[in-house]
């Protein structure tokens, strides 16, 4: 395969505007510039880790997780990843995820039996189709894109490869409070605006809206997303944009928010929430990223916000037991996570040409699926999570990185340093990840 160079490597699988490089004032085309007819790629990862604590923190009494060792190993995910040249100005995309080794469930939703829920296939993990679009490129400032799509909400979504975290397994905060990685079927407009200082990349979408069934407790939206069923409801859709700012070498500010005005009425049974009134749903999120020669550092901030949750957690803790969510109350009308991270390139820091790509790193995270709880419900301070995440890259090839690193949680408490009221949890990982283009023509 083709040496990309180091900064074009970092995005080399993403197909949206945010796919540039920093400098890069054709971003639009660029990612499409490196091949005439297809291209075939992937990423995938794998992760062995070692805990100090049980299976469920809700389930250890007053102390919270029960300190127990165990270790687990996985395959989080592997993307095959696809792109064909229709023509110069028509471009097919699609990336197929399986997650967990697993082929997922399938469900139906029988009306011949009151509607129940009935499952066909159970086993871990699924198989999912992440993207499916066509895209039909105009000019640097004006693209259209239908089909599967990546919504760009929030710094891991829109930028979820392996290689763009430092971390064995994705942040933490906002894979927890949004689905991951969040594809959703509808159209977008992207491009490129602006040059100099003044570059700007944008992506705007409608697209099918979340599942009020899906939120909960300990997940707030992280299990909300449509697609369960063969088609998704969209009575209700939701609005997502996102700009980017790469107006300064090496530097990238974004922020991108989402809209939905009546996440009910997008729910399995159309009677679920009728006659509560409408279930608003609004997401901000900031992140942005520096790099050069020495350092690489991360940043990112995400506020949601849930409108009517009464009458979300009037019905959601009766949701049929067949049902495929958690029907755990209450759900918060305010969930966040912040979090920033930091790495330092140790070759050329010490000016070792011969020596490998390896970064040292420590990230930080906060976050809390029940920031505001209203109504008769409290929030419950074991959801409350500040976390420590210390390690090292090393990657022997541009597209190939070994990963190690240690987490600490504090649960309880919103404090960086110190102990949350209930017991820590800790663990040691190890991981191996690669991305990039296999064969291209």
Same mark, same amino acid.
């Given at each position: ?202 992506? *705007?979408? @409608?697209?099918? +809206?979340?599942?009020? !069934?899906?939120?909960?407790? /300990?997940?707030?939206? =992280?299990?909300? %997303? ?72 991360? *940043?990112? @901030?995400?506020? +949601?916000?849930?409108? !009517?949750?009464?009458?979300? /957690?009037?019905?959601? =803790?009766?949701? %049929? ?90 649960? =309880? ?29």
């Amino acid at each position: 395969m083709k040496r990309v160079p180091a900064a074009a490597a970092a995005l080399a699988l993403t197909t949206t505007a945010a796919a540039a490089t920093a400098n890069d004032s054709t971003a639009v085309a660029a990612p499409y510039d490196s091949f005439s007819k297809y291209r075939v790629g992937g990423y995938g990862e794998m992760v062995a880790a070692w805990k100090d604590y049980g299976t469920n923190r809700f389930f250890g009494g007053q102390y919270g997780n029960s300190k127990t060792s165990r270790s687990t190993i996985a395959i989080p995910r592997f993307v095959v990843a696809m792109d064909y040249k229709l023509s110069k100005q028509w471009v097919v995309g699609a990336e197929i995820e399986f997650e967990s080794g697993g082929t997922g469930s399938a469900y139906e939703l029988e009306n011949t039996e009151n509607g129940e829920y009935e499952t066909e296939l159970e086993k871990g993990g699924e198989v999912a189709i992440e993207q499916f679009h066509i895209t039909r490129l105009i000019t640097r400032s004006l693209n259209v894109r239908a089909g599967h799509m990546i919504v760009p909400v929030g710094l891991t979504n829109a930028h979820h490869e392996p290689n763009l975290f430092f971390g064995t397994v994705r942040p933490e905060g906002e894979t927890t409070l949004l689905p991951s990685t969040w594809h959703e079927t509808g159209l977008e407009l992207f491009g490129t605006i602006g040059k100099g200082t003044a570059t700007f990349d944008y992506e *705007a979408m @409608v697209v099918a +809206g979340l599942n009020a !069934n899906g939120f909960d407790r /300990n997940n707030w939206a =992280g299990g909300a %997303s449509q697609g369960i069923f063969e088609e998704d409801n969209f009575t209700s859709p939701a609005y997502a944009v996102r700009l980017d700012w790469r107006g300064v070498k090496g530097l990238r500010l974004g922020g991108s928010f989402y809209f939905c005005n009546n996440i009910g009425a997008n729910s399995d049974k159309k009677q679920t929430y009728e006659g509560l009134g409408r279930i608003p749903l609004r997401i901000w999120s900031f992140d942005g990223q520096y790099s050069n020669r020495y350092v690489t550092a991360r *940043a990112n @901030v995400l506020l +949601g916000n849930l409108g !009517n949750t009464d009458a979300v /957690n009037s019905r959601n =803790g009766k949701l %049929s037991n067949n049902s495929p969510y958690s029907r755990l109350t209450p759900v918060a009308k305010r969930a966040v996570s912040y979090g920033g991270e930091v790495g330092v390139n140790l070759r050329n820091l010490l000016h070792l040409e011969r020596m490998p790509v390896v970064v040292p790193f420590a990230r930080y995270e906060y976050y809390n699926p029940q920031q505001e709880v209203t109504g008769n419900y409290s929030a419950d301070n074991r959801l409350q999570t500040s976390m420590w995440v210390a390690g090292i890259n090393w990657r022997p090839l541009p597209n190939l990185i070994v990963k190690a690193d240690y987490t600490t949680r504090q649960i =309880g408490t919103s404090k960086v340093f110190g102990k949350g009221t209930y017991n820590s949890e800790n663990e040691f990982a190890v991981g191996v990840a690669f991305v990039g283009w296999f064969a291209r023509k």
